[in-house]
């Protein structure tokens, strides 16, 4: 069991669910009464890529969870494998993001702090609970690329609750 912690708390990337968001070309159509996405500058915007991430790791989808860090996956301070081996001990996991703090400027770049309430289930049933923090970045410089304009997970402090 504490083998399995130590496997939820490495792959959320310490040194990042909400309802599921349709994909383009999916076919699937928000329904009329959904609300508008946030505007992916925002706040909010920040808050649904950890939404996002954790609905990619809880689907498997490990390779689009791990993109979500900073400079193609690299930021989880972790390989593609390294990252992806992190969670086979991992059943399900889904998260509760809190209210995004403010955004702050810096040398070209935006942060964002998101605290989130993590649950996870291993495979052998045992159930964790875990939180923390993941603080995001986008770049606002002239000349940025659309990824590079994006929030991207830049670092996270998450540990398990009641430590």
Known sequence: ???ALALVVLACGCQRSGPAVPRPGSGQTPA??????PRPESADGAASVVRAYYRAIDERRYSDAYRLWESDGAASGKSLEAFRDGFRGTASVAVVVGTPGRIDGAAGSRYIEIP?????VTTDGAHQALAGAYT????????ATSEQRAWRIHSATIRREGR
């Open 116 to 120: 989130v309430r993590i649950t996870a």
């Open 32 to 37: 009329a009464t959904d609300t508008p996405p």
């Open 1 to 3: 069991m504490a083998m």
């Open 136 to 143: 995001l970045r986008r770049s606002v410089v002239d000349g």
